[in-house]
């Protein structure tokens, strides 16, 4: 995947009134290799303006793929996250166009699109290959045994003097991944060789790496992520792990736990939006404080440390939508509060400076 260079993003109904999630990761981390974006509700405008924020300035939205191909893409990346992450009909016939024209698909989606016997058979007719970024790692599905038949689960030690981080959240689409590679582009600036493991489908598409845990089955997850956190480790000694869920989100609770666990992390970034009282699509379940997160994260994570140590040592927050006064009151309250750094990685250009600060001053292996 890393090799390809001209992407479209197939954006349709994703820009407005909200840009999705994925849309806005790639334009943050790789819109050097966007050259087009395709939504027929915003044709002829700049990507930039559509978007806000400042990304991807200087992409045109084009109607459709035929539109985009004056561009010269060499694939189409599905920027959206539809409910059950499911592919629409409509976005079908829209990928059935790009593989027909050769162009690679990126996709992560949960619907497999190697798995659909139409898109299948067009890819193979014209050589263009389909990137299922939550493919299910059955190769990994492997349990080592004893001598006597027992299995082994082991917790595997990490290189002394080598720092694991994860990021954790009060909530879901709450900033994980950003922070992580805010934090990582900090720690690339002071050459520190940082690894970054991405956990999710947008982070492995911005990297051309990694695994998303939702498509693993359970009891594979904290192995696996073990694995990726120990091959990180083997070339850096900053290892910034993808957080996933939250521990306080009734249908996001595991991921935290299996991420916690299977990086046995050394420190924890918590993540807040400001201007959420609730879980985002849960509006009756109220997020806990901040102190209350910091408790809870740091006791879940302690569970596989034998001296109980793994500390929460920043706060990441999102302040969009307050001034800058509010901006600062704000996190100047929160550090008075918790007394941890606290700062927002997007808004300030200092601010993942200010959250490597807090890890490198923290716990190592």
Same mark, same amino acid.
């Given at each position: 995947?890393?090799?390809?260079?001209?992407?479209?993003?197939?954006?349709?109904?994703?820009?407005?009134?909200?840009?999705?999630?994925?849309?806005?990761?790639?334009?943050?981390?790789?819109?050097?290799?966007?050259?087009?974006?395709?939504?027929?509700?915003?044709?002829?405008?700049?990507?930039?303006?559509?978007?806000?924020?400042?990304?991807?300035?200087?992409?045109?939205?084009?109607?459709?793929?035929?539109?985009? @191909?004056?561009? $010269?893409?060499?694939?189409?990346?599905?920027? &959206? +996250?539809? !409910? =059950?992450?499911? #592919?629409s009909p409509s976005w079908r016939a829209m990928v059935l166009d790009a593989v027909g024209r050769g162009l690679d698909v990126i996709n992560?989606?949960?619907? @497999?699109?190697? $798995?659909?016997?139409?898109?299948?058979?067009? &890819? +193979?007719? !014209? =050589?263009?290959? #389909?990137?299922?970024?939550?493919?299910?790692?059955?190769?990994?599905?492997?349990v080592e045994f004893m001598p006597d038949g027992k299995p082994v689960f082991e917790i595997a030690k990490h290189r002394p003097g080598t720092r694991t981080v994860l990021t954790v959240g009060t909530d879901c689409g709450i900033g994980k991944m950003t922070t992580m590679l805010e934090i990582e582009k900090e720690a690339l600036r002071r050459e520190l060789a940082p690894k970054f493991v991405a956990t999710g489908q947008i982070g492995t598409m911005i990297t051309g790496r990694g695994v998303s845990i939702d498509a693993i089955i359970v009891d594979y997850v904290a192995k696996?992520?073990?694995?990726?956190?120990?091959?990180?480790?083997?070339?850096?000694?900053?290892?910034?792990?993808?957080?996933?869920?939250?521990?306080?989100?009734?249908?996001?609770?595991?991921?935290?736990?299996?991420?916690?666990?299977?990086?046995?992390?050394?420190?924890?970034?918590?993540?807040?939006d400001l201007s959420r009282p609730t879980i985002k699509l849960l509006s009756d379940f109220p997020l806990p404080s901040l102190e209350r997160s910091i408790e809870m994260h740091a006791e879940g994570a302690s569970w596989v440390w034998p001296e109980g140590r793994c500390p929460v040592v920043g706060i990441s927050l999102i302040t969009r939508g307050l001034s800058d006064e509010q901006a600062l009151e704000e996190i100047a309250k929160i550090e008075a509060a918790t007394g941890l750094p606290a700062t927002d990685v997007v808004r300030y250009p200092d601010g993942a400076a200010k959250l490597l600060d807090a890890i490198l001053a923290g716990p190592t292996a």
């Open positions: 995947m890393e090799h390809l260079k001209r992407i479209a993003i197939l954006a349709e109904d994703e820009i407005t009134p909200s840009p999705a999630k994925t849309l806005m990761g790639i334009l943050r981390y790789r819109s050097d290799r966007v050259v087009a974006v395709v939504d027929r509700h915003n044709v002829g405008r700049d990507t930039g303006d559509a978007v806000g924020q400042g990304l991807g300035t200087g992409i045109p939205i084009v109607a459709d793929v035929e539109a985009a @191909m004056a561009f $010269e893409p060499d694939a189409v990346l599905l920027g &959206a +996250e539809p !409910t =059950g992450g499911i #592919l992560g989606l949960h619907t @497999m699109l190697g $798995e659909d016997e139409e898109i299948a058979a067009a &890819a +193979e007719r !014209t =050589g263009a290959t #389909l990137w299922d970024v939550r493919r299910e790692p059955k190769e990994r599905y492997t696996i992520i073990e694995e990726e956190t120990l091959a990180a480790l083997e070339g850096s000694d900053l290892v910034l792990v993808e957080g996933q869920g939250a521990l306080n989100h009734p249908r996001g609770s595991g991921g935290p736990l299996f991420l916690m666990h299977g990086s046995r992390a050394d420190s924890l970034i918590l993540c807040h």
